[in-house]
């Protein structure tokens, strides 16, 4: 089983359309919860970044923890043709040890967004 | 504010040949990160380094990999002796000290083709 499963899609919507894009993860030591957009040939830009159960929202992004169930949410709302991309959950832990710095990716969601 | 750099962007490489990727972090940033994405799959990770240090290189094969962040100048990732399995982009992230509260940021990322 891997420590980070995200649904690699793809997820095709409307112009408009709020999307769901989710995340469950095993490793109950990731505190640090990350979610990246990746244009095409591009690196990864970080899009949200929490540490704490609940929601934390940005313009058209909000982003969702619920550590009880090990599950991340992003949510985009009026999406826009722009918004097509690949989207990945990063994850980290904290505390003591050498592994603490490292992210933990999911596979990645490949969005459309189309006119 | 230059983000992290990343040069060369394309790199072609022989079966047999070294492949240099060199990576400058964002200033201010003292933590450096390489991760592998093949085709169709999420970002590994292969290894986190401070100044002088590398702290976990525990995604870097045993083998012809090798990676350095001196005193001074960029962190380099070296490859030996490539082979075809090793074409793939690979990507730098820099960050403060982990144990802040902080997002990682990617490079653009390097595109090694061995050939």
């Known amino acids: 089983q891997k420590e980070v499963e995200q649904d690699p899609g793809p997820l095709s919507v409307p112009e408009g359309a709020i999307v769901s894009l989710n995340c469950t993860y095993s490793?109950?030591?990731?505190?640090?919860f990350m979610w990246y957009r990746q244009y095409s040939r591009k690196g990864p830009e970080l899009l949200m970044y929490t540490y704490s159960s609940g929601n934390k929202e940005d313009g058209r992004f909000t982003a969702q923890v619920d550590k009880s169930s090990k599950y991340i949410s992003l949510f985009i709302r009026d999406s826009q043709p722009s918004d097509s991309a690949t989207y990945l959950c990063?994850?980290?832990?904290?505390?003591?040890?050498?592994?603490?710095?490292?992210?933990?990716f999911g596979q990645g969601t490949i969005l459309t967004v189309h006119p | 504010n230059a983000g992290v750099m990343q040069n060369p962007r394309h790199l072609v490489r022989r079966r047999g040949q070294e492949a240099r990727l060199r990576c400058s972090p964002m200033k201010g940033h003292s933590h450096v990160y390489w991760y592998r994405q093949l085709p169709e799959e999420g970002l590994k990770f292969m290894v986190y380094?401070?100044?002088?240090?590398?702290?976990?290189e525990s995604g870097m094969p045993k083998e012809r990999f090798s990676a350095e962040f001196p005193k001074e100048g960029p962190s380099i990732l070296r490859i030996q002796q490539v082979v075809r399995g090793d074409s793939a982009a690979y990507f730098c992230a820099s960050s403060p000290p982990p144990d802040s509260n902080y997002g990682y940021t990617f490079g653009s990322g390097t595109r090694l083709t061995v050939v």
């Open positions: 380094l401070q100044k002088e240090n590398i702290i976990d």
């Open positions: 490793n109950s030591a990731f505190q640090y």
């Open positions: 990063a994850m980290r832990s904290i505390g003591g040890g050498t592994s603490y710095g490292k992210l933990t």
